[in-house]
């Protein structure tokens, strides 16, 4: 049964037409309003805020915090990567030495407490009393070459470390080295305190300080550390939008000349977009959602559905003008039909969005949040004030001399556009079911094919490309992108340094570490490694209060002699009295090693194995868990590679999720909808078949170019049925209006001959003209509604499609897949569609007479077919 919903939209029409000035008054008022909260957006940045929540990132934060890091607690360091030249040469050296040593005379400045670097290892070997930078560089420079040579191969030799800090390419005999890192200690203590919480680095600005003393010497000296990190990851974000945001805008423009070819109308689009980011912006600030990288592409996916809607208001706007109807008429027709399909596309639009809320990642969250307001906003903002300033604007040329270049709609049934859209019409006239078992078969094809998707998250992700490209570098002032090396400095790392980060894995254990079988439960956790573990004589390489307790007891012999009275089997782990034990190891000279595997009270512990450099992150993170599983206690897998693969996993389980919400969710409301509205719920499903098609062709897409499902992408499912929607819902919306004008169209036909040859023949004949209607309902359709469905399937595809120029590659694979996926819904929604229509018809009883507001003919009446009138059928 209908709902009268015609008195709400009647109620709007009255304010829209009659009030229009108080319309406009009110949205300039709450937008000068929103203004201020959009002043009040903060920035987050980076890799953190997508594993907050995450069990292995909460027991990684509790390792950072309760163990203390190899530099001490309230430490942070920087590297200094030095390449360009024989590292180890005397100029080499004494390059790095100088550097150190205008490092030291701001020392204060740069918090700087100390230096670790191959140069300061040859200069100690010349000379072991040269213990600051400038007398070890005094000492290099005094030496000869042959003489540092010297001392290179016994640095080689007699320190291990050395040649950690050495590029792999590392030759002692001949004292040659491509690159080296130096590392430079400084006292940071707010860093994990004030600093951190206020989303602030304390070490940006001393990193950057250091990149100028390093250029200030000369050479290629790079400064490297988590303050640059920060310091790209947020500028890139500024970065980006100063690039996207103006590439949309001027294309949207473009478009919109096309589209309206009308100076006063592009303004008035124009400002209407302007507002719709204004509203979203304002939103964010008083409601404190942080602006992160995802949220780059909220502002081009609002200039692209705001724009959508702009070009459908106003091409229905301008089909009833060119009709010969008044401002007041025209606009009441079209605010009549088109509230009612944006109020659906909103919803529907809404629910894709909101779908993201079912993800465990905050940002994905708050994408979800900020991308369903601001549809609602611009659905405001287009539904309702931009057909009251539309109204002002022509009542304003009645009676001043303002220009107007053009107001005819973009399609009509005469047009080339309006022909060229027929193609899905013709196919439905001919062969409907063919053409949709076809689509059934390719769907499910594509489907099947899309399930091998891969799924990924990492830092890089996150961050500009190793080489900026030529055409972002080639832009003007203030749009030309920043300088940016932290990519290309963690890749040169990566190949050429054996950095050990990501080849190791931690598990956290939680329990009372003084219970006897404590050290026996870490050190069976180890006995048979899984395959991604590194082994050392068949077990797992790993470190721990264990190996302190080892190391201690195979140099302080009265030390051993304590662990082998509390070793009751004899394997060297003692089994008795650990509290002794531990408190022996805290007194001795290795308290610091052990205070970064045993906290102070005794209740946590922190054990590192090594895994293989080539094995899978999602081998390694389930070989870790596997062996957290041996531990009596509570033990969590953590550590980078395993936080970032459990983020993956909640990437695809976000993607899966959403997308059936969004399916479900929008099903479930059009079929609600469309039985208040019309009568006819299944329509509801006619609207979800061109979404499914999509759905499915898009994701085969992504497999077969090789993207995968990432922090960005993996929004992008759901957004496809939040965006693709509007052009099937357009497109069955005015169906059904077209239907139900061609159904009140009185029908005539001819009496005489024999009585039931004659109820056959008018049978026969009503059905031929019940699929007529049909057919024209749907040709009117597309032509009417496919001119503006084609300008708002370009402006849409060109205005989220520039995020391809975002700085860092993640966010143009996302503008790339959405832009492709309304692409693949208009295909859809003009060729898929009318055979899907046309089938519904038939099967609904449409073409039985029944109309499109499911009124039921009588078919039992007396009589029924003598009633008709003549000329049925021509």
């Not at 090594?610 to 969590?636: C, F, I, K, N, Q």
């Not at 939040?722 to 029908?747: K, M, N, Q």
């Not at 749907?778 to 399937?793: E, H, V, Y």
Request: charged share 20%; net charge negative.
């Amino acid at each position: 049964m209908a709902l009268d919903y015609q008195r709400v939209i009647d109620w709007l029409d009255d304010r829209i037409v009659n009030r229009p000035g108080r319309v406009v008054a009110v949205f300039l008022v709450v937008t000068a309003v929103l203004a201020v909260g959009a002043t009040q957006v903060s920035t987050e940045s980076g890799t953190e805020s997508f594993a907050e929540d995450v069990p292995e990132q909460v027991a990684l934060d509790a390792v950072n915090r309760e163990f203390e890091p190899p530099f001490g607690s309230g430490t942070a360091t920087t590297q200094l990567i030095h390449t360009g030249e024989n590292v180890l040469s005397k100029r080499g050296l004494t390059r790095m030495l100088t550097v150190q040593e205008r490092l030291a005379s701001r020392r204060e400045e740069l918090r700087i407490v100390g230096a670790t670097g191959p140069a300061n290892v040859v200069a100690t070997t010349l000379n072991p009393n040269a213990t600051t930078p400038e007398q070890q560089l005094r000492a290099v420079e005094r030496a000869s070459p042959a003489r540092i040579d010297a001392a290179v191969r016994a640095a080689a030799r007699d320190n291990p470390s050395f040649r950690n800090l050495l590029s792999e390419d590392f030759n002692p005999e001949s004292a040659r080295a491509s690159a080296s890192v130096t590392v430079v200690e400084h006292a940071v203590p707010e860093l994990a305190d004030d600093a951190e919480a206020a989303g602030t680095n304390p070490l940006t600005p001393i990193q950057r300080e250091m990149q100028s003393v390093a250029a200030s010497v000369g050479g290629d000296v790079r400064v490297f550390g988590a303050g640059i990190v920060d310091a790209e990851f947020g500028s890139v974000i500024g970065d980006t939008l100063l690039v996207v945001v103006p590439a949309a805008t001027v294309l949207i423009v473009l478009f919109l000349v096309v589209a309206y070819r009308d100076l006063a109308d592009l303004l008035l689009g124009v400002v209407a977009l302007l507002m719709a980011i204004v509203w979203t912006f304002g939103f964010m600030g008083f409601a404190s959602v942080p602006f992160n990288q995802i949220l780059i592409t909220v502002p081009p996916l609002l200039l692209a559905v705001g724009i959508d809607f702009g070009i459908h208001a106003v091409n229905r706007y301008r089909e009833e003008r060119v009709q010969g109807f008044g401002v007041a008429d025209s606009m009441r027709t079209a605010t009549d039909q088109l509230l009612v399909a944006f109020f659906v596309v909103t919803t529907t639009s809404v629910i894709g969005f909101a779908s993201n809320l079912t993800s465990a990642l905050v940002p994905i969250r708050d994408f979800g949040v900020v991308a369903s307001v601001g549809i609602v906003f611009t659905a405001l903002i287009f539904g309702v004030f931009l057909p009251a300033a539309k109204v002002l604007l022509d009542y304003g040329r009645e009676r001043y001399p303002i220009p107007t270049f053009s107001q005819t709609p973009l399609g009509s049934e005469e047009s080339a556009l309006g022909r060229a859209l027929t193609g899905g019409v013709a196919v439905a006239r001919r062969a409907p079911l063919a053409f949709l078992l076809l689509t059934a078969v390719f769907t499910a094809g594509a489907t099947g094919y899309a399930t091998g998707v891969d799924t990924s998250f990492s830092q890089e992700q996150f961050l500009p490309p190793e080489e900026t490209p030529d055409y972002l570098r080639a832009l003007p002032e203030p749009f030309r992108p920043s300088e940016y090396t932290v990519t290309r400095d963690i890749n040169f790392l990566e190949d050429n340094f054996e950095t050990g980060e990501d080849e190791e894995v931690v598990v956290y254990v939680e329990g009372p570490m003084t219970s006897d079988t404590a050290l026996e439960a870490i050190h069976r956790a180890g006995a048979d490694p899984p395959d991604t573990f590194v082994t050392e004589d068949g077990r797992a390489s790993d470190r721990s209060i264990v190996t302190v307790v080892r190391s201690l007891a195979a140099t302080d012999p009265e030390f051993a002699r304590l662990v082998a009275r509390n070793d009751r089997d004899g394997n060297g782990i003692p089994d008795d009295d650990l509290a002794s034990i531990y408190e022996a190891v805290f007194e001795s000279e290795y308290e610091a090693l052990a205070r970064q595997y045993l906290t102070e009270d005794r209740r946590s512990a922190r054990v590192v194995y090594s895994v293989e450099a080539d094995a899978p992150d999602a081998a390694v993170t389930a070989d870790a868990r596997r062996v957290a599983d041996r531990y009596r206690y509570e033990a969590t897998a953590t550590g980078n590679i395993v936080v970032f693969q459990a983020v993956s996993d909640l990437i695809f389980e976000s993607a899966v999720v959403s997308l059936a919400v969004a399916l479900v969710g929008t099903a479930v409301f059009l079929v609600v909808v469309y039985w208040v509205l019309v009568g006819r719920p299944s329509l509801g499903v006619v609207n979800v078949v061109p979404i499914v098609v999509t759905v499915a062709a898009l994701a085969a897409t992504m497999r077969a170019v090789g993207i995968s499902l990432n922090a960005f992408t993996a929004t992008v499912l759901a957004i496809t049925i939040g965006l693709g929607i509007d052009y099937s819902v357009h497109v069955v919306h005015r169906f059904t209006d077209e239907l139900s004008e061609a159904a009140e169209s009185p029908r005539t036909g001819e009496r005489g001959g024999d009585r039931s040859a004659e109820r056959s023949e008018s049978a026969e004949r009503g059905e031929q003209a019940d699929q007529r209607e049909t057919l024209v309902a749907l040709s009117r359709t597309i032509t009417g509604t496919g001119g503006a469905l084609t300008g708002s399937m370009l402006t849409t595809v060109f205005g989220i499609g520039v995020l391809v120029l975002a700085v860092f590659p993640a966010i143009g694979q996302f503008g790339l897949l959405t832009a492709l996926s309304v692409v693949y819904s208009y295909l859809a929604s003009i060729l898929v569609l009318p055979s899907v229509l046309v089938v519904w018809a038939r099967l609904s009883g449409v073409e039985s007479g029944a109309g499109a507001r499911g009124e039921s003919s009588d078919a039992s009446a007396p009589n029924a077919s003598d009633d008709a009138a003549p000329g049925d059928v021509e």
